[in-house]
T-cell receptor
């Protein structure tokens, strides 16, 4: 397996634009997590899914953020409209069970200007 | 929700010394405690983990201890090498059937000088 795959690796966008980040988890993994990493706040859990169903989205900062998982092999994180304070590295991770290793993708570095 | 505190935020040691990073967690229901290493510009990767029914686990130069009563756990790295330089994250998870809340500490930047 190629591991967790995220796209794009880098995204630069203007304030107010819509941004969509994509993630393909490891095949067979039932859990998918979206994290945001900044120097100030570290790794923040935004939302996670179990068997494609969102379980906890309490970490989503505000209504501008939304996430979907239409099937077991694909998830998206959308920001609309984007703001400069959304600039961060966004990681997707997947795991086979609730207390097993979470494998991270390479991340998407988002810059909103 | 779960809150994980990690100390120190930075740690500088000489090659060959030991390094210790400490974490505390708030929710006594947490039952899984992984440690991740993140090199500059790379993704976090698991280096060791421990479950709540175990007090200590060792893997070569790395060991983790867990004190459930005090709700704290620690990472110990012996005989440090320059390639151990990275940011280390502890995490705590309340996991069960259908749910898994993996909450990270803010990280410790470890610098090993030759």
């Amino acid at each position: 397996d190629a591991g967790v795959i995220q796209s794009p690796r880098h995204e630069v966008t203007e304030m107010g634009q819509e941004v969509t980040l994509r993630c393909k988890p490891i095949s067979g993994h039932d859990y998918l997590f979206w994290y945001r990493q900044t120097m100030m706040r570290g790794l923040e859990l935004l939302i996670y899914f179990n068997n494609n169903v969102p379980i906890d989205d309490s970490g989503m900062p505000e209504d501008r953020f939304s996430a979907k998982m239409p099937n077991a092999s694909f998830s998206t994180l959308k920001i609309q409209p984007s703001e400069p304070r959304d600039s961060a590295v966004y990681f997707c991770a997947s795991s086979a069970g609730p207390v097993t290793e979470a494998f991270f993708g390479q991340g998407t570095r988002l810059t909103v200007v | 929700g779960e809150n994980v505190e990690q100390h120190p935020s930075t740690l500088s040691v000489q090659e060959g010394d030991s390094a210790v990073i400490k974490c505390t967690y708030s929710d006594s229901a947490s039952n899984y405690f992984p440690w991740y290493k993140q090199e500059l510009g790379k993704r976090p990767q698991l280096i060791i983990d421990i479950r709540s029914n175990v007090g200590e686990k060792k893997d070569q130069r790395i060991a983790v201890t867990l004190n459930k009563t005090a709700k704290h756990f620690s990472l110990h790295i012996t005989e440090t090498q320059p390639e151990d330089s990275a940011v280390y994250f502890c995490a705590a998870s309340i996991g069960g059937s259908g749910y898994s809340t993996l909450t990270f500490g803010k990280g410790t930047m470890l610098l090993v000088s030759p």
